[in-house]
């Protein structure tokens, strides 16, 4: 059974940085896609950054430019590197993926195709 496993999140000051880490676990081959979500305080849930595994890689237009998607295959985990926070980044850090062969870009439907979900971590930022 696929596991995945967020670590990372915590409190930090606006102007900051943080870096999350997803942990996969439970699957034998490459992850086709993987991707990370946000969720605010009673907002929808986001798609934030993905990335295939070829390393094609597309973010949100509100993190463009601040935060950093990367995949490390050979120890099996997902990262995100979030520099410049601002308070409005602050929320339920989600990392998701899906084996298939599927179209792997940030998009309203992204949610919805990938398979794998981790039980998220907290960040806040602080102004």
């Known amino acids: 059974q696929v596991q995945l496993a967020e670590s990372g999140g915590g409190s930090v000051q606006a102007g900051g940085s943080a870096r999350l880490s997803c942990l996969v676990s439970?699957?034998?081959?490459?992850?086709?896609?993987m991707g990370w979500f946000r969720q605010a305080p009673w907002m929808e849930r986001e798609a934030l950054a993905a990335?295939?595994?070829?390393?094609?890689?597309t973010y949100a237009d509100s993190v463009e430019g601040r935060f950093t998607i990367s995949r490390d295959d050979v120890e099996n985990t997902l990262y995100l590197q979030m520099d410049s926070l601002k308070p409005e980044d602050s929320g339920m850090y989600y990392c998701?993926?899906?084996?298939?062969?599927?179209?792997?870009?940030?998009?309203?439907?992204?949610?919805?195709?990938?398979?794998?979900w981790g039980q998220g971590t907290q960040v806040t930022v602080s102004s």
């Open positions: 998701a993926a899906d084996e298939r062969f599927l179209g792997c870009h940030v998009a309203p439907d992204l949610e919805a195709t990938l398979d794998d």
């Open positions: 990335i295939n595994i070829r390393g094609y890689i």
């Open positions: 439970g699957y034998t081959y490459k992850m086709y896609c």
